[in-house]
């Protein structure tokens, strides 16, 4: 009766697949540095010939990306329809104004009319809550004085 261990052992004895010989592998860790080798000039008063060249003119191209100054429409048309209607006119042209110097790329000229706009719109909005202030305050003295004639003259005629 054979065993299957024995099968194993049988199977231990017998040569194994056979490998190539395998490459030299290189050396670990950092070898000496390579040598240099430095040029040769002939001996005596010779000195070596150095080629010069001229650079190459070049070309700069500089991008600058500029973002729109805020032009002040909306408050511009706020203005023009709920406060001041001349000075929010003048606040939406200069708001259109913006936007037509900034895209011809006129910068500086974008930055002055954006502040203009922002001036004019700002005082008429000043002007339209002052004057709805004003009239708010005239209606109540209104309001007050006739009402105090009104029971004057009701205290004197019942009296």
């Known amino acids: 009766m054979s065993s299957g261990y024995t099968q194993f052992q049988n199977e231990a004895e017998a040569p194994g697949p056979t490998y190539p010989p395998s490459q030299p592998q290189p ?3 950092y070898g000496p540095p390579p040598q ?4 040769t000039y002939p001996a005596g008063n010779a000195v070596p010939m150095v080629q010069v060249v001229a650079p190459e003119p070049q070309t700069i191209v500089s991008t600058t990306t500029t973002c729109q100054p805020q032009d002040y429409f909306g408050l511009a048309l706020f203005v023009t ?4 209607l001349p000075l929010g006119i003048v606040g939406l042209i200069k708001a259109n104004d913006v936007r037509n110097r900034f895209l011809v790329g006129d910068i500086a000229g974008a930055e002055e ?9 700002f005082v008429g909005l000043g002007i339209g ?3 709805i202030v004003v009239s708010i305050i005239t209606v ?3 309001v ?3 009402a105090s004639e009104a029971s004057y003259v009701t205290s004197e005629y019942y009296g």
């Open 27 to 29: 050396e670990q860790g």
């Open 36 to 39: 240099y080798n430095y040029p």
């Open 81 to 84: 329809i709920c406060c001041c």
């Open 113 to 121: 009319a954006s502040r203009q706009a922002k001036t004019y719109s």
């Open 129 to 131: 809550i002052g004057s």
């Open 140 to 142: 109540i003295i209104i």
């Open 144 to 146: 007050v004085v006739y």
